[in-house]
């Protein structure tokens, strides 16, 4: 009687054991921390910007980086969203080209994954340039004035 007590125990607390392990390996290689989510797609416009002004009729933000002026019309952390947003513009006859990126605000990333909710959703043009607009000024607070 002792001897079967003694076994279910020790049989308990390694099967226990074995599911903790499996857990937490599994929770480990699953979760999103912001240091692996930073991956942001940048949509710029595919014209070369020289010393001229460029008329672009939608909402847009100029940034200098690395000696180069891009403009930026909008950003996504989903690569379906802008694909999305690429082919929308391609039909109304602008160039966007979509270059991935780092960001190192983890508030404006946080941010920019509930803007793409919001974009994902969109029907028309109008609303999804909307969403373009507010991703370009929340990237301009919590970014470019760090």
């Not at 279910?8 to 999103?32: K, N």
């Not at 403009?71 to 802008?82: D, F, L, P, Q």
Request: charged residues 20%; glycine residues 4%; aromatic residues 10%.
């Amino acid at each position: 009687m002792k001897m079967n007590f003694i076994i279910s125990v020790i049989c308990s607390l390694l099967l226990g054991y074995l599911c903790a392990t499996f857990l937490f390996q599994s929770q480990r290689s699953t979760s999103t921390t912001f240091q692996d989510t930073n991956q942001v797609y940048f949509l710029q416009y595919s014209a070369p910007v020289g010393k001229e002004e460029v008329q672009i009729p939608y909402n847009h933000l100029l940034v200098e980086e690395g000696g180069q002026d891009h403009i930026y019309i909008g950003m996504t952390t989903s690569e379906e969203n802008a694909k999305k947003v690429q082919h929308e513009y391609q039909n109304l006859g602008v160039e966007l080209s979509i270059r991935e990126g780092k960001v190192a605000s983890e508030e404006f990333v946080s941010e920019l994954v509930q803007y793409d909710i919001l974009l994902r959703s969109t029907k028309t043009s109008e609303e999804m340039n909307s969403v373009l607009a507010t991703i370009l000024s929340s990237y301009e607070e919590f970014v470019l004035h760090q």
